[in-house]
T-cell receptor, first 112, second 116 residues
Framework: GQQLNQSPQSMFIQEGEDVSMNCTSS?????WLWYKQEPGEGPVLLIA?????ELTSNGRLTAQFGITRKDSFLNISASIPSDVGIYFC????????????FGQGTTLQVKP | DTGVSQNPRHKITKRGQNVTFRCDPI?????LYWYRQTLGQGPEFLTY????????KSRLLSDRFSAERPKGSFSTLEIQRTEQGDSAMYLC??????????????FGPGTRLTVL
């Protein structure tokens, strides 16, 4: 079945550093979504990507839809302590299904 | 607040008891989803509704689980005869049912279930 693999699994960085994480799949996705989840809360949608090669920004966050449609990347520039959390990539199983498949997450910790 | 809301936020129950959770989606969203999340994992799809119709159920949704959305607005998820393995965060999400943003799902804060 479709699976999303995220790397790295966790990151511990210094405040002010830039962060990169990625998400790969053995199957093609037509949409990529990036979520952030903080402890005890639900995931919050950060960025949605719809076209291969698309680059979309949301503040200090930038995400890219890989050209092969089998991967996506999320970058965070100039990290701050409130960036701490778990970042999930997700994609729909097929074009019109309601089912999102999630990666296992990248845990980000930022040292002030 | 116009986001997705879930009640209760926490539920502790004894094995064998029944529990029911409620989700109120964003008002203009006609799609509503339930997911389950265990520690260290991403959310796993359980089921979803388009208006009041339940369109898909995961095989994770055993016979002890039932979900309803009777009037196409709020939804309930019931677990009968709870087991310790049911302990998890139950997440609800909603989205618009048409258009390019159909897959942009907005999540509630979740209900944390602990089965003793």
């Amino acid at each position: 079945g479709q699976q999303l693999n995220q790397s790295p699994q966790s990151m511990f960085i210094q405040e002010g550093e830039d962060v990169s994480m990625n998400c790969t799949s053995s199957s093609i996705f037509n949409t990529w979504l990036w979520y952030k989840q903080e402890p005890g809360e639900g995931p919050v949608l950060l960025i949605a990507l719809y076209k291969a090669g698309e680059l979309t920004s949301n503040g200090r966050l930038t995400a890219q839809f890989g050209i092969t449609r089998k991967d996506s990347f999320l970058n965070i520039s100039a990290s701050i302590p409130s960036d701490v959390g778990i970042y999930f990539c997700a994609g729909p199983r097929s074009s019109n299904t309601g089912k999102l498949i999630f990666g296992q997450g990248t845990t980000l910790q930022v040292k002030p | 607040d116009t986001g997705v809301s879930q009640n209760p936020r926490h539920k502790i129950t004894k094995r064998g008891q029944n529990v029911t959770f409620r989700c109120d989606p964003i008002s203009e969203h006609n799609r509503l989803y339930w997911y389950r999340q265990t520690l260290g994992q991403g959310p796993e799809f359980l089921t979803y509704f388009q208006n009041e119709a339940q369109l898909e159920k995961s095989r994770l949704l055993s016979d002890r689980f039932s979900a309803e959305r009777p009037k196409g607005s709020f939804s309930t998820l019931e677990i009968q005869r709870t087991e310790q393995g049911d302990s998890a965060m139950y997440l609800c999400a909603s989205s618009l049912g048409n258009g390019g943003t159909i897959n942009e799902q907005f999540f509630g804060p979740g209900t944390r279930l602990t089965v003793l």
